[in-house]
Each structure stands twice: as structure tokens, then as C-alpha cells.
């Protein structure tokens, strides 16, 4: 089983940036789909950003395109998502997720493996 511990959230005003980072421990991700899902309260978890294995394919959700970035770093064994141009309507949980097969999924049931959360405000 692998854990995945997320940060860099936090607080950030409209326009700015944050980058969150995924560490994965108990074994590598290299050959895992990740991805990034974001839940508010009472509602479900919808993905934000998702990368191969090899980041040779990613998705993104459409409200993020041109703004965020999922990358990772197979060496480090973690997985980051770059947020520039932050709204308020960004403000939510953010969660790491692995995926149980190497491709790029938007599919929360594909994944098998979740981190704590990091919160995420932006501030207008």
C-alpha cells in the first residue's frame, strides 16, 4: 500500500499562486497514474488534474485549463500541481491520488490509493 502525503497548501488571494506537492512512501508511483481531486462538503470528489505514468498524457479539468499543471517526478517519487490565476471558486480540499493502472484518469473509482487532503482558500 502506498501513502501519500500532500502540501503546500493554504491560503492565497485571487490571482496568485500555489504549488502542491504529493510525496509517495511504502512503494514507487513510477508506474502509476496520479492525480489531483478536489471536494467541498457535501458534495462528490471531482478530478482537477491527472497524469500518466510517464507524463506522456494528462487531463485536466475544464475549469483549470491554462491556469494549472499537473507534472511529476518519478525520481522523487511525487507529484505536483502548479496553481496560477487562483479564483475564490478554487477554494477547496485538494487530494493525491494513485491510480491502480499507469494512465491518465479522471475516474475516482480507478483510484485506489488517497492522501489526507490539503486545504486550499483563495482569498478575493
Known amino acids: 500500500q502506498v501513502q501519500l502525503v500532500e502540501s503546500g497548501g493554504g491560503l492565497a488571494q485571487a490571482g496568485g499562486s500555489l504549488r502542491l506537492s504529493c510525496a509517495a512512501s511504502?512503494?514507487?508511483?513510477?508506474?502509476?497514474?496520479m492525480g489531483w481531486f478536489r471536494q467541498a462538503p457535501g458534495k462528490e470528489r471531482e478530478c482537477v488534474a491527472a497524469?500518466?505514468?510517464?507524463?506522456?498524457?494528462?487531463y485536466y479539468a475544464d475549469y483549470v485549463k491554462g491556469r494549472f499543471a499537473i507534472s511529476r517526478d518519478n525520481a522523487k517519487n511525487t507529484v505536483y500541481l502548479q496553481m496560477n490565476s487562483l479564483k475564490p471558486e478554487d477554494t477547496d480540499v485538494y487530494y493525491c491520488?494513485?491510480?491502480?493502472?499507469?494512465?491518465?484518469?479522471?475516474?475516482?473509482?480507478?483510484?485506489?490509493?488517497w492522501g489526507q487532503g490539503t486545504q486550499v482558500t483563495v482569498s478575493s
Open positions: 491520488a494513485a491510480n491502480r493502472a499507469p494512465r491518465a484518469s479522471s475516474v475516482s473509482s480507478d483510484f485506489g490509493s
Open positions: 511504502g512503494r514507487t508511483v513510477s508506474r502509476t497514474g
Open positions: 497524469i500518466s505514468w510517464n507524463g506522456g498524457s494528462t
